[in-house]
């Protein structure tokens, strides 16, 4: 035996032995009898894994899964049933390869090795639930600005819940998220196998751009591409006609492209991405799912970033919905994902430039011009006063030891528009309107420092205040007009949810896709597969 072994060997009995009670292994006759072999194995195999020793220590070492009583047979064939299932929800299926255990269970031969075969049970349980409940990746170790932090449940309760079950399938089946988009999600994901299994899309279409009008093979290859993916119905043309036309907006509908009904590049790419990659997208967003805790029932603000809106969604139904725009794809201005409430807006607001801006982007030009730059920006000294630039010796200073914030008070012109819907946060990220409107007209709609721009940001007020006045409209206009900052509290705090989801259903179940313009869902498929998570694979 190495030494390394040797040491293992040593001092489990003596961990095992503190678990349940020892100051060190069973020394005498009355002691194996009051700590019997199974226990001492279930405390060892226990050694690392907090919450297992924990619900043993508190049932007194009594087995769930490998006695002979009817509940323990049922815990067991529940467990060993639900894992088939594990692949269905793209976890990892190797993790649920009960071969090994098997044998184990069938060469049962000491208490010692029923004990280890208890743990190993148990721990098989707990991955499964947390893995089907909260996710397998933890996402703000895979990237910082997925700040979301899913509820795992604790083991210990886990495992308490179980065993008060009345029954065991049924508490299984409990763990599976309750919804709707999981449902649709993994129904798509079905599909999409069942697709790959006979033969995928078909051939890529061998073009950069076609129109309608356009005849060749190449259109061959679009309407064929087309019939696979379920836009067009069966059919014999050889020529871009209205049918394919119509499709082909369908099509760009799904994707978040301009709708009109011409395949040119960006739909010609899109068209051509391979079904499995379609897949990983789905497999993605159903792990992204199992990470969110939210009651649709309520109202919620659901901001999607790949998508580039922002909904209002009451009682599962869209009630509100337009175009935002976004963080830019560079340093630390991509916008984060987590979920926080809004608690109020602010009409006719300030803008308190961050200071990475005021450093980076203006200080080097006030400089250069002896503070004539900017001059829409306001100098503020540490005591909140407005400080003139002519009392300002601008070549005394640098990024470094610039004493001033800056300030945009008010207006039309000022770069948060003239309202933001506040839900603090440790990113300072919020919504807002814009005087910068042009840039909705963008397909991509990524330029932003991190926060979230609105196109209709009065309708949004509107719908934000409906529940808590008469006529919301000229509640807000009578403020707006006053040009003061004023701040309205919301009597009934909304949920606010950033996301990230390249791939979605409607409620028909049709699927939408966006480019992963962060390249936030690549990392999570990466860190997937690192955990075990595969393609469905196919014989020929």
Known sequence: MSLPSLRKSLLLPLAAAALIGLSGPASSAGDSLKFPAFAQAVAEAAVGHDEVAAFYRATNYQPIWTGQADGERARLQALLKAILSAGDHGLPVAAYDTTELKAMMRDISSPRERGRVEVALTQLFLTYAHQLQTGILIPKEIDAGMARDPHRRDGTELLNSFLAADSPEAFMHSLVPTSDEYARLMHKKFEFE???????WGPKVPANALRPGDAGMAVVALRNRLIAMGYLDRSATITYDADIQRAVQRFQENMGLNADGVAGPSTIRAINVPIEERLKSIIVAME????????????????NLTDFTARVIDGGQITFETRSVVGQNRGDTRTPEFSDVMEHMIINPSWYVPRSISVNEYLPGMIASGGAS???????????NVVPRSAVNWGAY???????????????????????????????VYLHDTPSKYLFNNEVRAYSHGCVRLQKPFEFAY???????????????????????TKVVLEEPVPVHLVYRTAFSDLRGQMSYRADVYGRDAKVWAALEAAGVRLPSFGS
């Open 194 to 200: 069942r697709k790959i299994e006979a033969g995928g």
């Open 288 to 303: 992204r799912e199992r990470w969110l805790t939210i009651d649709r029932q309520k109202r919620y603000v659901w901001v």
């Open 374 to 384: 900017a001059g829409h920006l306001q100098l503020i000294d540490g005591r909140g």
């Open 398 to 428: 640098s990024p470094r030891n610039f004493p001033y914030d800056l300030k945009q008070p008010p207006s039309r012109g000022n770069a948060l528009g003239l309202v933001k819907f506040m839900f603090p946060n440790r990113f300072n």
């Open 463 to 485: 719908t934000m205040l409906a529940p808590q006045v008469d006529d919301p409209e000229g509640f807000f206009h009578d403020i707006l007009n006053t040009g003061q900052e």
